[in-house]
């Protein structure tokens, strides 16, 4: 009897090292001789299941697979879709039965948050409910670095390290330019909920603060008053500040500051331009010259400065899933497993979906200042590892050089779907 061939795919929001797992899951995959056949990429995630657009990752070379490990992005095409429960939407699940019945797929492998840890597991359970056996284990990935179980996220330490890079060289800036013009930087940065990439924007400033920064996070409610009172202590002692904020922060009326009313295809509000909201508080209750930027996509985005443990940490959880379907396990999540900070050790551990999705980890009490404008020292004990080390991609003229896979079709064998 044929081996089984296994499907892998990306979903929400990518990061630097996104690929990093794919080359993880893709090369372990392919070591599997006579366990695991063919290795099929949905192009754009889960649709590309219902769909039946898959990519023959075999058309590409060892060389090309190897190189997605320096490239950002999602290769094969994300998507942000969850898939209703089979009460609300059987269909669906009876079209990704008959797809991978079609193309003989018993593994899947999906790569993403929360969500995506929630369609992870409701695959997992067709073998239940629709009587096809598939061994579905999630590999995870959020910048937001707020799955639960696992110590961190891949994909957080390199967006981690880039605010911090970057509110470090933005303060230096502003420093500069603070007798006399700009006072107040304003940087945003994602976090819908939890404030673990706002938390690392702290990392700029050494233990005894000598660069002032406020940070805003989810977690606490917003207080004008008392922002602008750490504001002007900090212009009034340092000459100047840097703010960062999270998309998320809400005010004390429970609301986002920066909420436009829209929707995500999961529909949570779509969030963006809380910079400008709070520098124009600053400019209406301390009359300061300010400046504000938007990280956005520059910072999941930035695989050149990305950090190596989570380059490390993302190829290991791809590794670890195909090892853990082989090894027979399903519905599971492979986890970072920290055994000791100092000196930086950690494992690969094993997380039961059914605890994993739709739960959000968010900021500890004890990792968020009393004032509730910065981080504790045991906070930043839990983020320094997770930015160490560089891993540089290699450069042509200057550049950064990125692989781009062919992403050759897969025949289809079935009629078209809609979803």
Not at 61 to 86: Q, V
Not at 282 to 304: F, P, S
Not at 360 to 386: H, V, W
């Amino acid at each position: 009897m044929a081996a089984k061939n296994a499907f892998y795919a990306q979903s929400g929001g990518v990061t630097a090292v996104i690929n990093a797992s794919a080359a993880g899951v893709i090369e372990t995959a392919r070591q599997q001789k006579g366990k695991i056949g063919k290795i099929y990429a949905g192009r754009n995630g889960i649709i590309g299941a219902l769909t039946e657009d898959l990519i023959d990752t075999s058309k590409d070379s060892i060389t090309a697979i190897r190189a997605l490990r320096h490239t950002p992005s999602g290769a094969f095409g994300s998507c942000r879709y969850k898939l209703k429960s089979l009460e609300q939407n059987r269909r669906e699940y009876e079209r990704l039965i008959e797809v991978f019945k079609a193309h003989n797929i018993g593994y899947f492998f999906y790569n993403g948050g929360g969500d995506s840890a929630d369609t992870c597991l409701k695959v997992s359970q067709l073998a239940d409910t629709l009587g096809y056996p598939v061994q579905a284990v999630h590999v995870p990935k959020t910048v937001d670095n707020d799955l639960p179980i696992t110590d961190c996220c891949p994909g957080f330490g390199s967006v981690a390290k880039y605010i911090a890079v970057s509110t470090l060289e933005a303060s230096f800036d502003v420093a500069s330019m603070s007798k006399t013009s700009t006072k107040v930087f304003v940087l945003e940065v994602m976090g819908r909920h939890a404030g673990w990439i706002a938390a690392a924007g702290g990392l700029a400033s050494g233990k005894d603060g000598e660069i002032p920064i406020v940070i805003l996070f989810p977690e606490i409610p917003f207080d004008r008053t008392k922002f602008l009172a750490k504001v002007d202590s900090h212009v009034k002692k340092f000459g100047y500040c840097s703010v960062v904020v999270s998309e998320g922060v809400k005010g004390e009326d429970g609301n986002f500051l920066s909420d436009q009313g829209l929707r995500d295809a999961f529909g949570h509000a779509q969030l963006g331009g809380v910079a400008p909201v709070v520098a124009n508080i600053i400019k209406e209750g301390l009359g300061l010259k300010y400046h504000w930027g938007v990280a956005d996509y520059l910072q999941r985005a930035a695989r050149h400065i990305a950090s190596k443990t989570d380059v490390e940490q993302a190829y290991a959880m791809g590794k670890a899933a195909v090892e853990f379907a082989i090894g027979g396990h399903n519905s599971v999540m492979p986890t970072v497993e920290r055994t000791s900070s100092k000196p930086y050790k950690w494992k690969v551990g094993m997380a039961q979906l059914s605890k994993v999705a739709n739960v959000e980890k968010m900021m500890p009490k004890n990792f968020i200042s009393k004032d509730g404008f910065g981080i504790t020292d045991k906070c930043r004990e839990y983020l320094a590892p997770l930015i160490k080390g560089e891993d540089y991609p290699p450069y042509k003229d200057g550049l950064p050089s990125y692989v781009r896979l062919k992403n050759v079709a897969v025949p289809k064998k079935l009629s078209d779907f809609t979803i």
